[in-house]
């Protein structure tokens, strides 16, 4: 298994280490990170906050950039699975 991190890219900042996942490939980790943009979502409506423009970037242990999820994608995640 290989360990992946999500960090917060938000703005012109990234937060890192938003999370650290001990998964079998990529697509896991992509998953999470889904998981983590719907969640924080579904806050920030909840509290009414500004919405803005996130992405999840996913990492390994050198920091070497694997893949993104942007927000617009875990919308259109968060919609299909509220339809069932």
Known sequence: ?????VNIKHGGG???NAGAFQLPELSYAQVEALKGLAANLVQRVASEA??????MLIVD???????????????RSQLRWSGD
């Open 61 to 75: 242990e050198t920091g070497h950039e694997l893949a993104s999820v942007p927000l617009s994608q875990a919308l």
């Open 14 to 16: 990234r937060i890192e």
């Open 1 to 5: 298994m290989r360990r992946y991190f």
């Open 50 to 55: 500004e919405p803005f423009n996130e992405v």
